[in-house]
């Protein structure tokens, strides 16, 4: 089974503080992925990482920034936590286009509440 | 860029009716599809996708989905919906690797 492990399920941070969301994946994922998710909006991708060390900006890369040193390990960097980053965070990792088969699997999430 | 249009932000049905969820997506060349559902505070599960071949896909839970290329459309049906189906729903295409999603539909039940 494949599995997407996110570090934590629960934050809550204080205003200006840095946050570190760390995810793991199992399955030698070329892809990974950290997408926000708000009632109405769906999911929005934050960054996406098609290699290590290689990261693309996704829709709102705004206020965040990631790490990928390993294969296996994507981290999203929130700097200065402001209000408005509270929300539910995923990662999800999938193979690369090359495969024939992109389905994208997901962690549990991690809910950050900045107050 | 791709984009994932869902219509509908919320849908009820009575358990035993027929479903159809509908999206509608944007992109140039034959687009890998998906359907993913969230049961209240769990994770995202897949539902089943399109890639190429046959239109009429199936997938778990007895849902199935039709891509049709002139609508640009990817449907989710299942022709009777139980009380445990009561979820969001999210459509998503894939492009050069990047995963995009729509809004979400969000199915309610009445029993």
């Known amino acids: 089974d494949v599995k997407v492990t996110q570090s934590s399920r629960y934050l809550v941070k204080r205003t200006g503080e840095k946050v570190f969301l760390e995810c793991v994946q199992d399955m030698d994922h070329e892809n990974m992925f950290w997408y926000r998710q708000d009632p109405g909006l769906g999911l929005r991708l934050i960054y996406f990482?098609?290699?290590?060390?290689?990261?693309e900006k996704g829709d709102i890369p705004e206020g965040y920034s990631v790490s990928r040193e390993k294969k296996e390990r994507f981290s999203l960097i929130l700097e200065s936590t402001s209000t408005n980053q509270t929300s539910m965070y995923l990662c999800?990792?999938?193979f690369g286009q090359g495969s024939g088969d992109t389905e994208a699997f997901f962690g549990q999430g991690t809910r950050l509440t900045v107050v | 860029a791709q984009s994932v249009t869902q219509p509908d932000i919320h849908i009820t049905v009575s358990e035993g009716a027929s479903l159809e969820l509908r999206c509608n997506y944007s992109?140039?060349?034959?687009?890998?599809l998906f359907w993913y559902v969230q049961s209240p505070g769990q994770g995202l599960q897949l539902l089943l996708k399109?890639?190429?071949?046959?239109?009429l896909v199936q997938g778990i839970k007895g849902f199935e989905a039709e891509f049709k290329r002139s609508q640009s459309s990817f449907n989710l049906r299942k022709p009777s919906v139980h009380w445990s189906d009561a979820a969001e729903y999210f459509c998503a295409v894939e492009e050069d690797d990047k995963i995009i999603f729509g809004k979400g539909t969000r199915l309610h039940i009445l029993p």
């Open positions: 999800a990792s999938s």
């Open positions: 990482s098609y290699d290590v060390k290689m990261k």
């Open positions: 992109y140039g060349a034959t687009p890998y």
């Open positions: 399109y890639f190429s071949g046959d239109t």
